[in-house]
């Protein structure tokens, strides 16, 4: 055996080294992709960059080669790019620390540069390559030294013709030298890594595909025309600059779940199963429910952990049915008192079933939201939503059966973590603008914002400027009572420091509730004080 060949063998094992380092980048890369942003997958963005800069004529004959096949060349060549790339760089890192680290940054910014810049890339789309880069290095540079240690041992004792470190029992760590030592430990990590970066790797592109696909079902699926729609009165909306919209656009929409990922659904094998205390067990799919023939209905929903002010409330055009038909189908048995919905991904609300049978609320199953079928994260293909209710009580989003029980005998997901079985939406108002905080010019300037009570409407708001007296506000026209409507009052804004204070009263003539209360156990309350700086 000639002195060097023991090095060259370990060239090969820092080709590994970098391929697994490689790998880890792209497999971390596809899960954080999934969580924070779709977009972000290297391999994607990279080949939509490259098809993006190549010229026609490449183009063409790439078509004209590969076919209906030229993505998939694309990706094939693109692959094979990232294996030699990783190769390299694991040899470079062994050669010379820490070139290789420095190949996987520079390979790292430019994905993210190719990621950033994609059409409709959303804000946090750098995070999955710039994690994936930090995550990639940390395992190139430990398997690297682990090698390293090994190399440096066997170059050692073959040198005085002992021993190469290769027919080392495993496990056994007494005896073991430094060199078995780190070629024990070398494999171990490279194996765990390599096994881990493959699964996560293969799942996470697995679903990101499913996602891919149901969304472009979503996409191209057309709801039936409504039989009514929502007459939205004149004078329902106010020109005012911060003020919230009367219809909140979905992409703004706040969005508050328990799932990690979205759940996707393919409306075609969706089914709603109605059973409990039903006379008759009620299968039903999603075409089963257009079918019912669906309605356009205002309403704003509300999360309990929406604080004073907060932003955790949204107003929207649902299309859909009412609730209580679906439950009809079923029959629902005397004693009952409660419906647990539940979704797809284990998540539960217990809503009272009154809430859903009652004649003059329009508790419904929705699957248009503003025009357009479900967003994904908003509940696709079917929800429910039900006006007066906290979300959590009452939105189930990815539905998938309604089991119509009893408070006593069932229990809702964030019942036993905190949060009442039951919980009607406390009325309330908010500024939108000015912000708090913010400076604005003296002069006239415009207080605005949003009040809502479903279900019950609001009567008045109320504005109190530096804890003066209580004034009313002028309220848009109301679409609805299950709809926030807006206010404004003009101020003629002087100099220095003010606070702004609003309060509501509902149809009921009931005063928001002035006592502030938390989040939980049933949602937060107290009047809205905000600070304003008038220059
Ligand atoms: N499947 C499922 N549905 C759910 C939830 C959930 O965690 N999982 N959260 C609920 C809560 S707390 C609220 S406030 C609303 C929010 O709906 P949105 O995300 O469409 O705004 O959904 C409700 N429906
Ligand atoms: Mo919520």
Request: net charge negative; hydrophobic share 45%; aromatic share 8%.
């Amino acid at each position: 055996m000639s002195r060097n060949a023991p090095r060259k063998r370990f060239f090969l094992w820092a080709a590994l080294a970098g391929l697994i380092g490689g790998g880890t980048f792209l497999a971390t890369a596809e899960l954080l992709a999934l969580i924070v942003a779709r977009e972000a997958s290297p391999i994607l963005a990279v080949g939509g960059f490259v098809i993006d800069i190549v010229p026609q004529p490449f183009k063409e004959f790439a078509i004209a080669t590969f076919g209906e096949y030229d993505k998939i060349a694309l990706l094939a060549g693109l692959g094979l790019a990232v294996v030699i790339a990783s190769a390299i760089a694991g040899i470079l890192q062994l050669v010379k620390a820490p070139l290789g680290v420095i190949a996987l940054v520079i390979a790292g910014a430019l994905s993210t540069a190719a990621i950033v810049t994609r059409a409709g890339a959303t804000p946090l789309a750098f995070l999955p390559p710039v994690i994936a880069t930090v995550v990639g290095s940390i395992i190139l540079v430990l398997l690297v030294r682990r090698l390293r240690a090994w190399r440096d041992g066997v170059v050692e004792t073959t040198r005085d013709g002992i021993d190469d470190g290769d027919d080392v029992a495993a496990g056994d760590h007494r005896t073991a030298t430094p060199t078995q030592l780190g070629r024990r430990q070398f494999f171990v990590l490279a194996g765990i890594t390599a096994a881990a970066a493959a699964v996560v790797g293969v799942a996470s592109r697995v679903v990101s595909t499913t996602v891919a696909s149901v969304a472009s079902i979503r996409d191209s699926l057309k709801l039936p025309s409504p039989k009514s729609t929502v007459t939205v009165p004149d004078g329902a909306e106010l020109d005012i600059k911060g003020l919230s919209s009367l219809y909140t656009p979905n992409k703004d929409f706040y969005r508050v779940d328990t799932a990690l990922t979205v759940p996707t659904i393919d409306p075609a094998t969706w089914r709603l199963v109605i059973d409990g205390m039903v006379d008759n067990r009620v299968e039903m799919s999603f075409q089963d429910i257009l079918d019912m023939g669906l309605d356009e209905y205002s309403i704003t929903l509300t999360c309990v952990s929406n604080e004073v002010g907060g932003e955790l409330v949204g107003s929207a055009k649902w299309l859909g049915v009412p609730l209580r038909e679906v439950l009809k189908k079923a029959g629902v048995k005397d004693g009952a008192d409660m419906v647990l919905s539940k979704s797809v991904d284990g998540y539960t609300a217990s809503t009272p079933l009154s809430a859903l049978t009652d004649e003059n609320l329009d508790a419904i199953l929705a699957v248009g939201m503003n025009g357009e079928p479900l967003p994904l994260e908003h509940g696709f293909p079917v929800r429910m939503v039900v006006p007066g209710l906290y979300g959590y009580v009452s939105a189930t989003k990815w539905l998938t059966e309604l089991k119509v029980t009893t408070f006593e005998k069932d229990e809702a997901y964030w019942t036993p973590r905190g949060y009442s079985a039951e919980a009607p939406i406390k009325f309330s108002s908010r500024i939108d603008t000015p912000k708090l905080g913010a400076a604005v010019d003296a002069g006239k300037v415009p207080i605005a914002g949003v009040a809502w009570a479903q279900s019950v409407g609001i009567e008045r708001v109320e504005v109190s400027i530096d804890d003066g007296d209580w004034q009313a506000a002028t309220l848009s026209a109301p679409v609805n009572e299950d709809t926030w409507v807006q206010w404004f009052v003009e101020w003629d804004a002087t100099p220095g420091t003010h606070y702004v204070a609003v309060r509501a009263v509902n149809k009921n003539g009931d005063l928001q509730i002035e006592e502030r209360a938390p989040i939980a156990p049933d949602g937060s309350s107290g009047w809205q004080r905000s600070l304003i700086r008038v220059v």
